[in-house]
């Protein structure tokens, strides 16, 4: 199983942009799955979650700017991403908890990351 992630770029400051991410492989369900990122010099911190169900949890410096949603039948999930600032500048990284057969547990996989740049 593998997680691919895209939509990142360069943007101005308020500018927009949407990140998808997808697994590919062989997957029996998708449970939670979110965003974070990692911004140079720092942690990787959660951006965002969105559980099975579609409970949507934000990070403070996200709320009322983002917006994580998630397509079940594709197993996709986006961060729709607003009035960018550059201290939003990161790679931002999916994650989802799969399970691959009903004799395992879950098990949380990460995507490659995508680069977003948000110029001044």
């Known amino acids: 199983v593998q997680l691919q992630a895209s939509g990142g770029g360069l943007v101005h400051t308020g500018g927009s942009l949407r990140l998808s991410c997808a697994p590919t492989?062989?997957?029996?369900?998708?449970?939670?799955m979110a965003w974070y990122r990692q911004a140079p010099g720092k942690e990787r911190e959660l951006v965002a979650r969105?559980?099975?169900?579609?409970?949507?949890r934000y990070a403070d410096s996200a709320e009322d700017r983002f917006t994580i949603s998630r397509d079940n039948s594709k197993n996709a999930v986006y961060l729709q991403m607003s009035s960018l600032k550059p201290e939003d500048t990161a790679v931002y990284y999916c994650?989802?908890?799969?399970?691959?057969?009903?004799?395992?547990?879950?098990?949380?996989?990460w995507g490659q990351g995508t680069l977003v740049t948000v110029s001044s």
């Open positions: 994650s989802a908890q799969i399970t691959t057969s009903y004799s395992d547990d879950y098990k949380r996989y």
């Open positions: 969105i559980s099975s169900g579609g409970t949507a």
């Open positions: 492989g062989s997957i029996l369900r998708v449970a939670a």
